[in-house]
Nanobody, 119 residues
């Protein structure tokens, strides 16, 4: 059994910053790619940022230069530092990870954390 638990969401004013964290726990052999997705009301879930097991990163164009994804492999944790936040960043943010469990690579989702950018 594997769980992803996010934290760090909340209400912030435009131009502000937040740092999201996601901890993976359970019967983990190793973690491959980890990432963050978001879903705004009435919109499809979209990829925000992703980081491979070797540390290569990908960012959606809408967040390049403002968001930074990082990971701590020793803690099975992925972070998303969000700066210069805009109202259009308001969404539920979901952690996602490809995790080796015994001999199978399985994709897991967290429960989501709300980020609201508003004055």
């Amino acid at each position: 059994q594997v769980q992803l638990v996010e934290s760090g969401g909340g209400l912030v004013q435009p131009g502000g910053s937040l740092r999201l964290s996601c901890v993976a726990s359970g019967s983990i052999v190793s973690i491959a790619a980890m990432g963050w997705y978001r879903q705004a009301p009435g919109k499809q879930r979209e990829l925000v940022a992703r980081i491979s097991g070797s540390g290569r990163t990908y960012y959606a164009d809408s967040v390049k230069g403002r968001f930074t994804i990082s990971r701590d492999n020793a803690k099975n944790t992925v972070y998303l530092q969000m700066n210069s936040l805009k109202p259009e960043d308001t969404a539920v943010y979901y952690c996602n990870a490809d995790i080796w469990v015994v001999t199978a690579l399985t994709n897991y989702w967290g429960q989501g954390t709300q980020v609201t950018v508003s004055s």
